[in-house]
Antibody
Framework: EVQLVESGGGLVQPGGSLRLSCAAS????????MDWVRQAPGKGLEWVGR??????????EYAASVKGRFTISRDDSKTSLYLQMNSLKTEDTAAYYC???????????WGLGTLVTVSS | DIQLTQSPSFLSASVGDRVTITCRAS??????LAWYQQKPGKAPNLLIY???TLQSGVPSRFSGSGSGTEFTLTISSLQPEDFATYYC?????????FGGGTKVEIK
């Protein structure tokens, strides 16, 4: 059974940093691209970024709203995806989901999400 | 960036109704579109990919159509468990984008 479990969310002050983790199981992690998607309270879905698989050199892509502040990484040996968030802003407050990315076939598995609150 | 415009943003319907949601892309995305269902407090769930392919395990009352810039999600006979918010997503080019969502509520 495919499982994605996010952790690391919490309350952080504006300008602060936080690192989210996503532990994956039930599939060959190294064979898949992985993504982060966020959802501000009461709002829609916003794609944050993508980590490509090893065969694509682990290349990353980011939304303009987070580029230069957020960094996506992965450790295939730990079947884990990470999101390092720096220079956090109040508008980064959201539930953050990791998702298995099957490219043109969509995001077929999602974690339950972890809540990040940026507030003073 | 490719903008996705969903309509309507809110829909009130009864059990058994046929429901259609539209997603318009600001430029040609071929068939690189997915649809998701999200219930309150839950993660999104993939319903349709490549515009019209039903994800495994999704009931056949859900269907998708379209290509280029105009897409539709149809629920042929709305069931109680279908009351949720629906999102389209383009997978054609970066940044990947989602539509604003369509909330389907009970009339």
């Amino acid at each position: 059974e495919v499982q994605l479990v996010e952790s690391g969310g919490g309350l952080v002050q504006p300008g602060g940093s936080l690192r989210l983790s996503c532990a994956a199981s039930g599939f060959t992690f190294s064979d898949h691209h992985m993504d982060w998607v966020r959802q501000a309270p009461g709002k829609g879905l916003e794609w944050v970024g993508r980590s490509r698989k090893k065969g694509k050199n682990y290349a990353t892509e980011y939304a303009a709203s987070v580029k230069g502040r957020f960094t996506i990484s992965r450790d295939d040996s730990k079947t884990s995806l990470y999101l390092q968030m720096n220079s956090l802003k109040t508008e980064d407050t959201a539930a953050y989901y990791c998702a298995r990315d099957s490219m043109m076939y969509g995001f077929d598995y999602w974690g339950l999400g972890t809540l990040v609150t940026v507030s003073s | 960036d490719i903008q996705l415009t969903q309509s309507p943003s809110f829909l009130s319907a009864s059990v058994g109704d046929r429901v259609t949601i539209t997603c318009r892309a600001s430029q040609d995305i071929s068939s690189n579109l997915a649809w998701y269902q999200q219930k309150p407090g839950k993660a999104p769930n993939l319903l349709i990919y490549t515009a019209s392919t039903l994800q495994s395990g999704v009931p056949s009352r859900f269907s998708g159509s379209g290509s280029g810039t105009e897409f539709t999600l149809t629920i042929s006979s709305l069931q109680p468990e279908d009351f949720a918010t629906y999102y389209c997503q383009q997978l054609n080019s970066y940044p990947l984008t989602f539509g604003g969502g369509t909330k389907v509520e009970i009339k």
